[in-house]
């Protein structure tokens, strides 16, 4: 079984900075690309950013500039650090991944928990 569990976020003011990771764990044969989401209450759940193995990045417009995303192969995880954090960052994050079960012939999506990131003003 497969699964990912997230850590970070919390209450931050506007300006400051928080970090993100995740970590995949379980029966794993390979990982393809790895990304964070965020739901806004009342909104659709969007794509912040992503990467893929090799370490090539996608940004959605809002961050880019700000937040900067890693990944450890060797550890299976995947992190966000946060900066200059804005009230209209405030979200539920999740952690995605699309993994490659060793139960598995095809790669699957998985979700971590989600976290709570509250910016004040």
């Known amino acids: 079984q497969v699964q990912l569990v997230a850590s970070g976020g919390g209450l931050v003011q506007a300006g400051g900075s928080l970090r993100l990771s995740c970590v995949a764990s379980?029966?794993?044969?390979?990982?393809?690309?790895m990304g964070w989401y965020r739901q806004a209450p009342g909104k659709q759940r969007e794509l912040v950013t992503t990467?893929?193995?090799?370490?090539?990045?996608y940004y959605t417009d809002s961050v880019k500039g700000r937040f900067t995303i890693s990944r450890d192969n060797a550890q299976n995880t995947v992190a966000l650090q946060m900066n200059n954090l804005k009230p209209e960052d405030t979200a539920v994050y999740y952690c995605?991944?699309?993994?490659?079960?060793?139960?598995?012939?095809?790669?699957?999506?998985?979700w971590g928990q989600g976290t709570q990131v509250t910016v004040s003003s």
């Open positions: 995605h991944a699309n993994i490659r079960a060793r139960s598995s012939a095809r790669p699957s999506d998985y």
């Open positions: 379980g029966s794993i044969f390979s990982i393809n690309g």
């Open positions: 990467i893929t193995t090799d370490g090539r990045t």
